[in-house]
């Protein structure tokens, strides 16, 4: 099944256009490095696939089901918050489901109700699809794993230095529910270990991504196909 579909497209600014005749597929287990050079369109043709450009020819249909995280160079987040807590809020979702599963087995004690028993049926598979049992240790084990230390966790985000908050912006993407992941350069940052760590998890993703890399090593362990951008 096609996530994505891009047709004829064609891009550019007031200097000059980017590329243009661009057509290519994601299938739902593509491993795809993204490869040209700097001011070739490559960050422009995720801004593409995510819709915050417009192309000037061509268009894309994005599968009715997929789900794009995109790595933004800015994190946008609670400066107030831990860097463990601002990590858990791609579970969001999870922890309000939590609540209120809650809150119906505590009604159920004391009522009998087939609406709320099929509420309870449904919120108990959605936060086990939603890894609802296992979330809290992924997540810390995610930001180990990109190089954090065990201290950092507690750590306020407005003391973060630029390169952690991008180290906590690629560790929300890979915890989200996507299932197309846009990784623009996720190696910057990080040192031999946490490179490691990141090839292991996206051999073991289970969804669809597109990388744009220089590093030739890491696109040959973790990529099937390289798409190029060159002479427009």
């Known amino acids: 099944m096609s996530l994505l579909t891009a047709q004829n497209l064609t891009f550019g600014f007031l200097d000059g256009v980017l590329f ?3 057509a290519f597929k994601v299938e739902e287990t593509d491993r795809i490095g993204l490869i040209g050079a700097n001011g070739s369109g490559k960050t422009s043709l995720f801004k593409l696939i995510t819709g915050e450009y417009s192309p000037h020819e061509g268009g894309i249909v994005r599968g009715k089901d997929v789900r794009i ?3 933004e160079q800015y ?3 609670d400066a107030d918050q831990t860097l463990y807590g601002e990590a858990l809020t791609v579970f969001n979702d999870v922890i309000q489901m939590e609540y209120e ?5 505590r009604a159920l004690m004391t009522e009998s109700s087939i609406e709320l ?6 919120l108990t598979e959605e936060i086990d699809r939603r890894d609802g049992l296992v979330y809290q240790a ?3 084990s995610a930001l180990l794993g990109l190089g954090f230390k065990e201290e950092d966790l507690t750590q306020r985000v407005a003391n973060l230095s630029g390169g952690q908050r991008s180290k906590l912006s690629l560790c929300k993407l890979l915890l989200s529910n996507a299932n197309l992941l846009l990784l623009d350069e996720p190696t910057n940052n990080l040192d ?14 289970k969804g669809a991504f597109l990388v744009v890399s220089h590093d030739r090593y890491f696109l040959d362990k973790v990529t099937t196909s390289v798409m190029e951008i060159a002479h427009k």
Do not use: H, P, S
Request: charged fraction near 30%.
């Open 101 to 105: 599963l809650e809150e119906i087995n």
């Open 192 to 205: 031999v270990d946490a490179i490691n760590w990141l090839e292991d998890f996206l051999l073991k993703y």
């Open 20 to 22: 243009q005749g661009v």
């Open 117 to 122: 028993i099929e509420r309870q049926v449904y």
């Open 138 to 140: 992924k997540t810390k």
């Open 69 to 71: 995280g995109y790595m």
């Open 75 to 77: 994190l946008e987040c």
